[in-house]
Nanobody, 120 residues
Framework: QVQLVESGGGLVQAGGSLRLSCAAS????????LGWFRQAPGKEREFVAH????????YYADSVKGRFTISRDNAKNTVYLQMNSLKPEDTAVYYCAASVMGSYANYDYWGQGTQVAVSS
C-alpha cells in the first residue's frame, strides 16, 4: 500500500519561505511522477507543480512560477516543494500526489495534506 505523508507546513509572514516535504512508501518511487496541489478555503483544489519520473522535467502553475521549486530525492523516497516569496494568497492546504504511470494529469495516490498560512 502506497502512503504519502506531507510535512513542513506552518505559519509564515509574507515574503518568507517554507519547504514542504512528502515522504512516500513504496519500492518503485523512482518510477512515479509527482505533483503538489493546494486547496484554499472555499476554493477548488488546484495544481501547483509537477516533476517527472527522471526529475528532469518540471512544470508549475503560473501563480507560483519563479517562486516555488519542486524537486525529488529518489534515494529518500521524498519530494519537496521549496516556497519562496510567499504571499497571503498562497495560504492553503498543500497535498502531494503520485502518478504510478508517470502522468501529468492523473494521480493515483494522495497525501493527507499540510497547512500553510501566510500572514500579511
Amino acid at each position: 500500500q502506497v502512503q504519502l505523508v506531507e510535512s513542513g507546513g506552518g505559519l509564515v509572514q509574507a515574503g518568507g519561505s517554507l519547504r514542504l516535504s512528502c515522504a512516500a512508501s513504496g519500492r518503485t518511487f523512482s518510477t512515479w511522477a509527482l505533483g503538489w496541489f493546494r486547496q484554499a478555503p472555499g476554493k477548488e483544489r488546484e495544481f501547483v507543480a509537477h516533476i517527472a519520473r527522471s526529475g528532469g522535467n518540471t512544470y508549475y502553475a503560473d501563480s507560483v512560477k519563479g517562486r516555488f521549486t519542486i524537486s525529488r530525492d529518489n534515494a529518500k523516497n521524498t519530494v519537496y516543494l521549496q516556497m519562496n516569496s510567499l504571499k497571503p494568497e498562497d495560504t492553503a492546504v498543500y497535498y502531494c500526489a503520485a502518478s504510478v504511470m508517470g502522468s501529468y494529469a492523473n494521480y493515483d495516490y494522495w497525501g493527507q495534506g499540510t497547512q500553510v498560512a501566510v500572514s500579511s
